[in-house]
């Protein structure tokens, strides 16, 4: 079994935050199932930047930093490799869901090829596109 997760999702498990209860319960679910977690090849630059962003607006110490980011190489995702089909698939779901950006979309499209969920902690999104996207799972749903 395979899950798409986005760069929100991924930070749930690295960084201080309202759902980490949440992420760290469905994490080891996971793990306890085998779920293979795949993601979109923007993911580790988004993960790596907002870690690194931390750091420098002082929200995490550098040491704390240092560790979220050793954390986020050793997560275990695998990295989609087919950029141009990727993308191709994120501007049409863009289109379709009158979405103004693509960059959500390539994870949605990384789900729709391969034809599984797509977790993420990104509230804005799942309000956006919940009631059209059944594969789009939000975190803070997870009971």
Same mark, same amino acid.
């Given at each position: 079994m395979k899950?798409?997760? %986005?760069?929100?999702? $991924?930070l749930m498990w690295l960084l201080p $935050? +309202? /759902? #980490? +209860? *949440?992420?760290?319960?469905l994490r080891k *679910?996971? %793990?306890t199932e #085998?779920?293979? /977690?795949?993601?979109a090849p923007l993911f580790n630059a988004e993960?790596?930047?907002?870690?690194r962003e931390q750091v420098?607006?002082? &929200?995490l110490l550098p040491e704390e930093g240092e560790e979220a980011f050793l954390l986020c190489l050793d997560m275990g995702v695998g990295i989609s490799r087919d950029s141009a089909r990727i993308q191709k698939k994120a501007w049409? /779901?863009? &289109? +379709?869901h009158n979405r103004p950006r693509t960059y959500d979309m390539q994870y949605l499209a990384v789900a729709e090829i391969e034809d599984c969920d797509f977790w993420t902690a990104d509230k804005r999104l799942c309000n956006a596109l919940a009631k059209k996207v059944s594969r /789009? &799972?939000?975190i803070g749903d997870y009971v």
């Open positions: 899950i798409c997760i %986005d760069a929100s999702m $991924a $935050a +309202e /759902l #980490n +209860e *949440k992420a760290n319960a *679910k996971w %793990d #085998n779920v293979r /977690l795949i993601s993960v790596t930047s907002v870690l420098y607006f002082q &929200k049409e /779901l863009a &289109k +379709e /789009l &799972k939000y």
